[in-house]
């Protein structure tokens, strides 16, 4: 089991930045990939950025260049620095830890944190 807590949310004017942190309890977050997803009001949920556990790193087009995921494992943390906002990426961010293990994955996710990016 993982328990996952996201902060660093918030309002934020166009252009600003926002650091989003997830940190992890109850097992061993260093063997789980760390996810982002967002969920924009009216729109699917959709992945922002990923970290495998060994630090590979992966973002969608929408994002690339603005956004920085990386981890710190010794304090079971993820964190994804949100540079040059876009009024477009507000949305409720969440956290999400995933492994692969014998054929299926296993998936934990966080409450979520609001980010709002005005114009």
């Known amino acids: 089991q993982v328990q996952l807590v996201e902060s660093g949310g918030g309002l934020v004017q166009a252009g600003g930045s926002l650091r989003l942190s997830c940190a992890a309890s109850?097992?061993?977050?260093?063997?789980?990939?760390g996810r982002w997803h967002r969920q924009a009001p009216g729109k699917q949920r959709e992945l922002v950025a990923s970290?495998?556990?060994?630090?590979?790193?992966s973002y969608a087009e929408s994002v690339k260049g603005r956004f920085t995921i990386s981890r710190d494992n010794a304090k079971n943390t993820v964190y994804l620095q949100m540079n040059s906002l876009k009024p477009e990426d507000t949305a409720v961010y969440y956290c999400?830890?995933?492994?692969?293990?014998?054929?299926?994955?296993?998936?934990?996710w966080g409450q979520g944190t609001q980010v709002t990016v005005s114009s």
């Open positions: 999400n830890a995933r492994r692969f293990v014998f054929g299926t994955y296993d998936d934990y």
């Open positions: 109850g097992s061993t977050f260093s063997d789980y990939a």
């Open positions: 970290i495998g556990s060994r630090g590979t790193t």
